[in-house]
């Protein structure tokens, strides 16, 4: 099977990668580079594909084709087995390969082959034979060992901490750790190393808080293991009694406003807070530290949940929490509509900043967000555009050695439907003389002029009165000037132009 599917790959590789790409574990396609300058000749095949040799369905690699001259290289081709990888899943730039892999149940080989081509010499060629795991593969999945269950005081810190493996030779990449039950307690520190720092909340009856850690490999394995606190009562203090009120429906794009009640029985609240739980970081909460708070119902395209979660502390340091779920019911959205979107000034030099400016409208009223990029012809120098999500940005010019026509497009979004229109304008070299302004109004598409840059969509036979007489009522610049502009282009002189 492995070599029906390697012998897809085309049959311009050698035998030498061949016989490498078979195997299991241990097979190396290539001996690894030793650079030597001692050694008289190059070793045979100093080209070697490197990077994880196992995987977890569905983890992402990047395969690197590393050589013992710094990758010199006229071209890079790669080969991989199209039956198991869809080109959407694969990434190719250069020496490297980038690439998702499948979802297996069983192991799957998939073969990569490379071929570097330096001009002059014979091309040379690499393979890795990468298998794919079932993403819960007991005997792939990093060992985890956790710290005992245990018991604490209420109020006191605690560090869980987990040491965690990665096997056959890969290296642990992430942990995560996360409460799965119990009253909440405080984050001290980062939940992403192999130690945890949490303060236990204060309880009123003795309370049992699981925490589960997630550590991933290098080769997208990953194991969980839990973790029992057991929080002891111990302090005499009545616990705050809070609300976050009962669930709510919002339509989107509409004020939310939240309600939330806390008292104490032997003391006072002294602070509250409400916070969005989940992954709608654009939520901004208004008076988020007050019980009585409001957020806006962001735009969506389907009918969404937002958890809202209200903590109240007394004046002995305990805290209770609320949730409360908004189901955002999305409405009819209508696409936003651009008013206008132009480049001032359309005619650039070498190394002038311009401002990009753009205005639109909702038709439901929703809060617009606006993005200009530069579609660049090839070679083209780029345009340092300001990162911002405004109508009016400013972008600066390359230093450009000749004239030049930019393009952008400008995107307008409402969050679900976004609108796109194209805008160019013209860079002339700074050496380039400039058309004088009335030879413009003659020759408008000439370059440096302001319609310079739409000269590939208007048709030049639009402007040929003008061309013989500006000042002629055939000329459409005519009906846009006033007499002294006309008098002006009849008879240019400082007389005549002075009060134009
Ligand atoms: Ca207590
Ligand atoms: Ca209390
Ligand atoms: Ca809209």
Redesign the pocket.
């Known amino acids: 099977m492995c070599m029906n599917s390697f012998l897809k790959l085309g049959g311009i590789f050698l035998l030498s990668g061949l016989l490498g790409a078979c195997g299991g574990d241990s097979v190396s396609t290539t001996q690894p580079v030793t650079q030597s300058p001692d050694t008289e000749t190059p070793p045979a095949s100093a080209l070697e594909i490197v990077g994880n040799r196992e995987v977890a369905s569905g983890s992402a690699h990047t395969l690197r084709a590393l050589t013992d001259d710094n990758g010199v290289a006229t071209s890079w081709s790669w080969q991989f087995d199209r039956s198991l990888l869809s080109d959407e899943n694969v990434e190719v730039d250069g020496d490297r390969l980038s690439y998702t892999a499948p979802d297996v149940n069983n192991p799957t080989t998939i073969n990569f082959a490379v071929q570097r081509n330096v001009s002059g010499q014979s091309p040379q060629t690499a393979s890795l034979a990468v298998v794919v795991f079932a993403l819960d593969d007991a005997t792939k999945r990093p060992i985890l060992e956790l710290s005992d269950d245990l018991s604490a005081d209420?109020?006191t810190d605690v560090l869980l901490s987990v040491s965690a493996a990665a096997r056959q030779g890969r290296s642990i990449r992430s942990i995560a750790w996360q409460q799965l039950s119990g009253p909440a307690a405080q984050h001290l520190g980062a939940n992403d190393q192999d130690t945890f720092s949490i303060r236990l909340p204060?309880?009123?009856?003795e309370q049992t808080l699981r925490f589960a850690v997630q550590a991933q490999d290098s080769g997208g394995f990953s194991a969980s293991a839990e973790v029992a606190v057991r929080v002891l009562?111990?302090?005499?203090?009545?616990?705050p009694v809070v609300s976050a009120g009962a669930d709510q429906e919002s339509a989107a794009n509409s004020t939310v406003n939240l309600h939330g009640s806390a008292t104490d029985a032997d003391g006072e609240i002294v602070s509250v807070l409400w916070e969005e739980l989940g992954q709608d970081t654009n939520i901004t909460i208004n008076q988020a530290d007050s019980l009585s708070a409001s957020f806006m119902a962001p735009n969506v395209s389907e009918d969404r949940d937002v958890v809202l979660r209200l903590t109240a502390t007394d004046n002995d340091g305990?805290s209770r929490s609320d949730t409360i779920v908004v189901r955002i019911i999305a409405t009819p959205n209508d696409a936003p509509e651009i008013s206008s979107a132009y480049v001032d000034p359309g005619v650039a030099y070498s190394g002038e900043t311009v401002q990009l400016i753009a205005t639109g409208q909702d038709p439901d009223g929703n809060a617009l967000s606006f993005n200009w990029q530069q579609i660049p012809t090839q070679d083209q120098a780029l345009l340092t555009i300001e990162q911002d999500e405004s109508g009016n940005i400013s972008a600066s010019l390359p230093t450009l050695s000749k004239n030049e026509n930019f393009v952008l497009v400008l995107s307008v979004s409402d969050g679900i439907s976004t609108v796109s229109r194209e805008v160019g304008f013209q860079g002339v070299a700074s050496f380039a003389a400039a058309p004088n302004p009335l030879s413009c109004l003659s020759q408008p598409l000439q370059a440096g002029c302001p319609l310079a840059a739409l000269a590939p969509i208007l048709d030049p036979n639009s402007f040929s009165a003008c061309a013989t007489d500006p000042a002629s009522s055939d000329c459409i610049f005519t009906q846009l000037a006033g007499p002294a502009v006309l008098a002006c282009i009849d008879n240019p002189g400082p007389q005549t132009c002075a009060t134009a």
Request: hydrophobic fraction near 35%; charged fraction near 20%.
């Open positions: 209420e109020g204060q309880v009123d009856t009562n111990i302090i005499d203090n009545t616990l305990a």
